[in-house]
């Protein structure tokens, strides 16, 4: 439907309608998945599950991808260069900016994330969606009292914005008040609460079970857990003496009759929280079993050997965690460490992105139904 004079194309609206319809249908434009070098692993993973997807509803389409935008020159600068066109695209990129399996810097792979939105904004991409499942630098919101520290979190919004991001999805992150740092960006901050509701879906409304919150910044997360689970909880009160140690002060609850503790947590970094509230509940209560929910497992050395000391003395059963950060073969080796994929929720997340639709249907709601 265009006419053709030479190397000349003039297009006209019954081709661009055409196009339309062979494009999703979407009229943010076709969609495209893309990742940089640290983001391939789980980025294949949700190609494959949005592709699975599509064919049990009856598509015979297939969502284009491409993959590893970025590389480094020999003096360590970042380059990013595209493959093809990709003019009028609904651009989802993906990016790991904490990846333990290459040891690939989280300094260096926010460079590359920036580079690579700009790259495809000044190639013509209608909407590029940044896709984070571990925000870094996200605990550094807010300056520690009496340290001069930058609040590192807005900038790094900053520069992610000016980069020229026009949406954000991210797990979990650390404090869900970031959200204000990234002013007009559309941002999807996706919650781990149906996750962890259907992982220990098995404990559901048993007495002898209690869910505890490490500190009081998790306190309102396992209050809707419990609630949902029927289940009753707990709170802990912790003290940083100084920067990544953790004393566990007291744990306020009802422990009569317990034998099973669930502690969920955004993250596992040094494990050093977790070290100290289980050392405080062995030391003041008989608990049989232990289960810990952790969103994110940074995979730090310190946490592997204070999770292998808290597995062997103190009941210790299971901890579940995500693939936000590709888990490195040290953790996965451990028998009690289980790995939740989060391939099928990012790829339901941007197919409702893609299609404007609501993201909030693909999880629980307080309140709602499940």
Not at 108 to 133: D, H
Not at 269 to 278: E, F, K, P, V
Not at 296 to 301: G, I, M, R
Request: hydrophobic share 40%.
């Amino acid at each position: 439907m265009f006419l053709t004079k030479g190397s000349r194309q003039f297009y006209t609206p019954e081709w661009y309608i055409e196009k339309q319809k062979q494009s999703f249908g979407s009229a943010r434009g076709k969609m495209l998945i893309t990742c940089c070098s640290s983001g391939v692993d789980l980025t294949r993973m949700v190609k494959e599950s949005y592709d699975s997807m599509l064919a049990e509803a009856g598509s015979e389409t297939r969502v284009p991808y491409m993959e590893k935008v970025d590389s480094q020159f020999l003096d360590s600068e970042t380059l990013v260069r595209l493959k093809k066109p990709v003019n009028g695209h609904d651009v989802f990129l993906f990016q790991n900016l904490l990846d333990p399996q290459h040891n690939a810097p989280v300094d260096q792979n926010y460079m590359s994330l920036f580079i690579s939105i700009r790259a495809f904004k000044e190639y013509g991409a209608n909407y590029v969606t940044v896709v984070l499942p571990y925000l870094a630098y996200a605990r550094q919101d807010k300056s520690t009292k009496f340290m001069r520290e930058p609040t590192t979190a807005r900038l790094m919004a900053e520069l992610t914005i000016e980069a020229g991001a026009d949406c954000l999805v991210t797990w979990d992150p650390h404090t869900w008040q970031l959200r204000g740092f990234y002013g007009s960006l559309l941002v999807y901050m996706l919650e781990s609460l149906t996750l962890f509701i259907k992982v220990f879906e098995r404990f559901r409304g048993r007495r002898d079970v209690i869910a505890i919150s490490p500190d009081a910044g998790a306190s309102k997360f396992v209050t809707h857990f419990g609630r949902a689970l029927n289940l009753d909880c707990a709170i802990g009160s912790k003290y940083r003496p100084r920067h990544e140690v953790a004393e566990m002060t007291d744990i306020i609850g009802n422990f009569h009759g317990k034998k099973i503790a669930i502690v969920l947590d955004d993250m596992i970094s040094s494990g050093g929280t977790m070290l100290a509230l289980i050392e405080k509940l062995a030391s003041e209560h008989e608990l049989e079993e232990i289960y810990i929910g952790s969103s994110h497992n940074l995979c730090l050395n310190s946490a592997y050997d204070r999770l292998c000391k808290l597995h062997e003395s103190y009941n210790l059963k299971e901890v579940i965690t995500t693939d936000s950060i590709p888990q490195t073969k040290k953790f996965l080796d451990l028998p009690f460490i289980r790995v939740c994929s989060l391939a099928e929720t990012l790829a339901r997340t941007i197919n409702r992105v893609h299609y404007n639709r609501s993201v909030s249907e693909v999880f629980y709601r307080p309140g709602g139904k499940d």
